[in-house]
T-cell receptor
């Protein structure tokens, strides 16, 4: 498709439950990125992929967060044992080329609320 | 902490006026990008300026880059109510392999009709 599709739009989880977010990048884009936005301000980088390979995971809290981009499947971001502080909007983005060369296309985000 | 710092944090102007937002960053960069976020929506890529460029135009947008001061500005001319949004600068740092953008805190622009 011509836009980055994220599902679900909203997700509510009790503390300690698992949350799984999905992202379908734009067809033909090799790079996928996940960002976390808390309180409408700061965008925190989590992880990026080049095709199905992890490209940069320096932003991932390793203990509870994991992500995958498998061929012929939407990419996913999973949070095990959610905490209140995980409440945020999670954005997925994709780009055709490295960010050295162009900008990224962002999805509409998944709003995760942990109660 | 975020690479980019933006000022002002909030800006309110009348339709037809120009809006200028500034961004400062800390490390050497490959490029600097500006994005817009409408309330409750994702980011929309506006313009990219490479580290060897000083100025770039796109429609009503003008971006400048001063690598010696590690700063950039975004000028929106003849603003419209539809320009109301948050604007973020983002840097593609020189040391990384194009794997991530580092965002500023954003400027919230309100254009009153």
């Amino acid at each position: 498709g011509e836009e980055v599709a994220q599902t679900p739009k909203h997700l509510v989880r009790g503390e300690g439950q698992k949350a799984k977010l999905y992202c379908a990048p734009i067809k033909g884009h090799s790079y996928v990125f996940w960002y976390q936005q808390v309180l409408k301000n700061e965008f925190k980088f989590l992880i990026s992929f080049q095709n199905e390979n992890v490209f940069d995971e320096t932003g991932m809290p390793k203990e509870r967060f994991s992500a995958k981009c498998l061929p012929n499947s939407p990419c996913s971001l999973e949070i095990q044992a959610t905490k209140l502080e995980d409440s945020a909007v999670y954005f997925c983005a994709s780009s055709h080329r490295s960010l050295h060369l162009g900008g990224a296309f962002f999805g509409q985000g998944t709003r995760l609320t942990v109660v | 902490s975020q690479q980019g710092e933006e000022d002002p944090q909030a800006l309110s102007i009348q339709e037809g006026e120009n809006a200028t937002m500034n961004c400062s960053y800390k490390t050497s960069i490959n490029n600097l990008q500006w994005y817009r976020q409408n309330s409750g929506r994702g980011l929309v890529h506006l313009i990219l300026i490479r580290s060897n460029e000083r100025e770039k135009h796109s429609g009503r947008l003008r971006v400048t880059l001063d690598t010696s001061k590690k700063s950039s500005s975004l000028l929106i001319t003849a603003s419209r109510a539809a320009d109301t949004a948050s604007y973020f600068c983002a840097t593609d740092a020189f040391y990384n392999q194009g794997g991530k953008l580092i965002f500023g805190q954003g400027t919230e622009l309100s254009v009153k009709p």
